[in-house]
């Protein structure tokens, strides 16, 4: 599904990756771990194409097409979600509105038919409850003095009803309890299919607790230093990062 | 950077939609003012002797006052000489049904997405329809008649009840207030004129669309409306205007009267045309607009202007009775060379009056967006409150938007608040669009339309639909 091949890029002249290599295939979780600053961000904004970064060398395929040729809306059209590390704020449009915006934007690239409000409406219903997310949230502002464990919710209710195809959690574990950290697991685990992968980025383990990975990957300045299995995530959990400089 | 930075002033970069010019022979006097002009066009409107007297008295003040230059505006020097100063279309009959009214007109309408027939048909909107200076067709006219309404042009309602008129006519905004309602004053072809009687709820939303047309044609509107005690009126204003080569100057004069406990709610979704790229050939907008509150009343200002090339308005109330109520909701869109500065006054008079007012600018291109706003607290008002929000949003980093608050407190009782921030449209908020799949033109235009919101939410419904389309249009453009 996706072939990251010696991607180098860099922000404002400085180079931040390095030559990543990673390749996920449909049905996969993958996790990529690391310390602050490490560049984790960095490749879930490129893979959704903010244009601040420069990729300098290296490719990125997603199901066959050259990715780094779409823009983002294309990219979002063809099925990549990013749940933002800092979820944005957008005053005066509701939730809702937003979340149909976006999903006819989806369904219109596809030749698919626009759902009107009733149709949506029922939707929303049924993927609500899978993120437990308050009812009220639906007619507020876009994230607009939401809690930050609500934004993260909001984020994960978003892709239950966008349904991408690869989504990528940006430290979407980061500022949540244990119960939320629960259910925005069971949200992302209901969502899994064998046709879909997930790329979960995180520097805790703990999320790894409720969403077994496929592939742990440790990304340390820059590249990607380790790949392996669940059990490596303990391992950095015990160890820590020094061990793999 | 640089590319989003490019992208957004493309985005800003739109083409009038509404640039055609309708052909009806247009029977007009040459251009040119003196007090003859104004003789010719008192004469033509048949108007009553008095009036006569009051647009020369007018004249004559305006031939010794000077045209404002306070206001942060740059144009080529008027010539009022140059200026057409009546022009109507050629039959002017009152039509009993649409299919007597000229077909080009109704093309036009068409055109504008407003046809006279849809209006008819939805529910509650009367149409008194204003074609370059002269009303041709009024709808609904009988059953606001039966409530006792009047809603005409004001040329009619000078011949049919000029009394009323008298009496109220320049009563908020003197015939000699400001140069550009001095003028208006001597030379205002036509307008509506509106009296709700005593208690009565007017059944449906009064609205009037002007275009302007004829070639080099002055507009000068006249708007008076009056409502009684305890009456409660929503009056909506909407224009468009082909594109065209020569400034055209418009200079309006609105007076709104709210009597003891009525409200009056006045909604203005303006779209002139801007001028081209370079900033040429739009509209000068200089508007006065006023209204008086007596005891226990209420008037609300909501306006959403998109176009123009010159906007200089600033929609005023005179809290004149105890606990009258003061509102202004502004939307101001400037794009390309576009230039407004716009706002609004309130004058506290009264006791425990009020005032509210919220201010959404948004600049574009190399546009000038100005906020000017007085609020003046009289030593008589005891217990005046006022709370002001100014907010400016830019697009791009080649326009400018200015916030000038003026406050006078001269009663200690009194409680004034403004805030006023400025943003930029981030390309945070744009990018999280673009990753749900919203193009950066959708994202631009829903961003900004959530700016707008509290000001939109003011609006009747199909208004606020209306004004939505036209803010997205100013924003839309091709992206790069
Ligand atoms: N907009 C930016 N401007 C300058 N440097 C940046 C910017 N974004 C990220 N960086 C730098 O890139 C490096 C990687 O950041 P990031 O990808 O956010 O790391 P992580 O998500 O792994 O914590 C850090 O050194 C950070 O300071
Ligand atoms: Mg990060």
Redesign the interface.
Known sequence: MLQIKDLHASIEGKEILKGIDLEVKKGEVHAIMGPNGSGKSTLANIL?????YEVTSGSINYLGEDLLEL???E???KGI??A?QY???????SNVY??R???N??RK?QGLEELDAAQFLKLVRRKIDLVELDKSLLNR?VNEGFSGGEKKRNEIF?MAV?EPKLAILDETDSGLDIDALRIVANGVNSLKSKDNATIVVTHYQRLLDYIVPDVVHVLFKGKIVKSGGKELALELESKGYDWLK | MSTEAEQLESLAQQEYKYGFVTDIEADALPPGLNEDVIRIISQKKKEPAFMLEWRLKAYRRWLKMEEPKWPKVEYPEINFQDIIYYSAPKNTPKYNSLDEVDPQLLETYNKLGIPLEEQKMLAGVAVDAVFDSVSVATTFKEKLSEMGVIFCPISEALQEYPDLVKKYLGSVVPATDNFYAALNSAVFSDGSFVYVPKGVRCPMELSTYFRINAQNTGQFERTLIVADEGSYVSYLEGCTAPQRDENQLHAAVVELVALKGAEIKYSTVQNWYPGDDEGKGGIYNFVTKRGIAHENAKISWTQVETGSAITWKYPSVILKGDNSIGEFYSVAMTNKFQQADTGTKMIHIGKNTRSNIVSKGISAGRSNNSYRGLVKVMKSAENARNFSQCDSLLIGDKCGAHTFPYIEVNNTTGRVEHEATTSKIGEDQIFYCNQRGLDTEQAVSLIVNGYCKEVFRELPMEFAVEAQKLLSISLEGSVG
Request: hydrophobic share 45%.
């Open positions: 959704a194409g903010r244009e601040e823009d983002p809306e990219r979002a059209h979600f990013l933002f979820p944005v704020e957008i005053p005066g449009v937003f979340l915006t976006a999903l934007e989806v690239s502002a978003q966008l």
